[in-house]
């Protein structure tokens, strides 16, 4: 497929305007529930609200531009390189959507233990809040290298269209989950991620962290011992809260708190665990320094 190709799928395929209808019930779903909880006593921070629409505006105006074209272009390569070639058509678009949630599964895994990748991730989770307007708080940076993880996908013959699309829906059928206005759905939550399942991947309690990374199913997380029912009420947020509804400072803050711990590192083995380590490591002799 050439590049010129490409591009006229993105601009002329009616896969757009699937995503383009999932957009606009996800914005409708999203602005219901702000006059539900402005009319209501749901408890809400609208200044947490207002940074998180905030981010999903420059978010926007950085996918019109080139920010938006580098996950094609990066692919491209890859696509011209692999031998192997998927037809596209009904049954395939049902496989790339379900290697597309596979990919997510493992992207978002690895994105909660890594942390120069958590620096990025961490965004999404820094909220105390938990309503539909989380689903729009989502890192600036993130979008410059996700396309990454669709690697696999295209050396297996799928084309960077159907990668990208596929993950674009798994992301897009997140949003109606971020809710607390939607209880557990009994034997749906063992199988899809709901609003149930996903409130436990927010939270900060101990038994919550790092669980229930599926995108569209849970089946993942079953097969990886990543499964967690929600069993006790929910704490959101970070371990250790920002307290800020500054956007530039949600975005940021993790890679200031990294760059302060490498400052401190006192040899580059270390720095280097650091920032491509866990996310709990640090070295010995921080400790010592404390004490």
């Known amino acids: 497929m050439s590049f010129a190709r490409l591009i006229s799928l993105f601009e002329e395929s009616r896969f757009m305007d699937y995503i383009a209808y999932i957009f606009l019930f996800n914005l409708a779903i999203i602005v219901l529930e702000i006059v539900f909880d402005a009319f209501t006593s749901k408890e809400r921070r609208w200044k947490d609200s207002i940074a998180n629409f905030l981010i999903f505006f420059i978010n926007q105006l950085l996918e019109k531009t080139i920010v938006g074209s580098l996950g094609i272009i990066a692919l491209m390569p890859f696509h011209y390189l692999t031998p192997l070639a998927i037809p596209m058509n009904a049954w395939t678009w049902i496989l790339a959507v379900i290697a ?3 990919t997510y599964y493992w992207m978002h895994r690895i994105e909660h233990e890594h942390r120069i990748l958590w620096a990025n991730h961490s965004i999404h989770h820094s909220s105390e809040d938990y309503n539909l ?9 993130e979008p410059m290298i996700e396309w990454i993880f669709l690697v696999p996908m295209i050396l297996i ?4 269209f159907q990668a990208i699309i596929g993950l674009v829906f798994v992301a897009q059928f997140q949003t ?12 749906l939550d063992l199988i899809f991620n709901t609003p149930s399942v996903h409130r436990v991947h927010h939270g900060s309690n101990t038994k919550y962290l790092d669980k229930n990374y599926g995108g569209i199913t849970m089946i993942w997380d ?3 011992g990543t499964y967690q029912k929600e069993e006790e009420k929910v704490i959101y947020g970070l371990t250790k809260p920002i307290k800020t509804n500054n956007i530039f400072k949600i975005n940021f803050i993790e890679y200031q708190n990294i ?4 400052k401190k590192c006192r040899t ?4 280097f665990k650091i920032v491509f380590g866990g996310l709990s490591w640090r070295p010995d002799y921080f400790r010592e320094e404390r004490d």
């Open 222 to 224: 079953h097969l990886f």
């Open 176 to 187: 109606w989950i971020h809710t607390e206005r939607i209880g557990k759905l009994g034997w």
């Open 133 to 141: 307007t989380i689903s729009w708080r989502l890192s600036l940076v």
């Open 157 to 160: 013959g799928f084309s960077p």
């Open 259 to 262: 760059w302060n711990d490498v």
């Open 268 to 271: 580059w083995k270390d720095r």
């Open 100 to 102: 597309a949630d596979f």
